[in-house]
């Protein structure tokens, strides 16, 4: 079992910045890839940013370049830093944590609000 926490969410205006953090605990030690996720009312959850234990990143295109993922393993942590901030930024984001066993299974946190204004 793996326990993930965000926090760091709220209202920006855009062209402004925040930063996400997600604690994990658990069963830390089987998690692989890391993640951030977003979703708004009425549209499926989609993949914003994802790092490797070994650091490797990727990102959806509509982030790159103002969004960074980064991951700290020695506190359990994962960030986000949140750039260029636009009012389609706007959504739930959601913390995840792919983690290994038999076979891959995803943990996720509760989510956290962001609001972008124009």
């Known amino acids: 079992q793996v326990q993930l926490v965000e926090s760091g969410g709220g209202l920006v205006q855009a062209g402004g910045s925040l930063r996400l953090s997600c604690a994990a605990s658990?069963?830390?030690?089987?998690?692989?890839?890391m993640g951030w996720y977003r979703q708004s009312p009425g549209k499926q959850r989609e993949l914003v940013a994802v790092i490797t234990r070994s650091g490797t990143t990727n990102y959806a295109d509509s982030v790159k370049g103002r969004f960074a993922i980064s991951r700290d393993s020695t506190k359990n942590m994962v960030y986000l830093q949140m750039n260029s901030l636009k009012p389609e930024d706007t959504s739930v984001y959601y913390c995840n944590a792919a983690v290994a066993g038999f076979r891959i299974q995803d943990y996720w946190g509760q989510g956290t609000q962001v609001t972008v204004s124009s």
């Open positions: 658990g069963d830390i030690l089987r998690i692989t890839t």
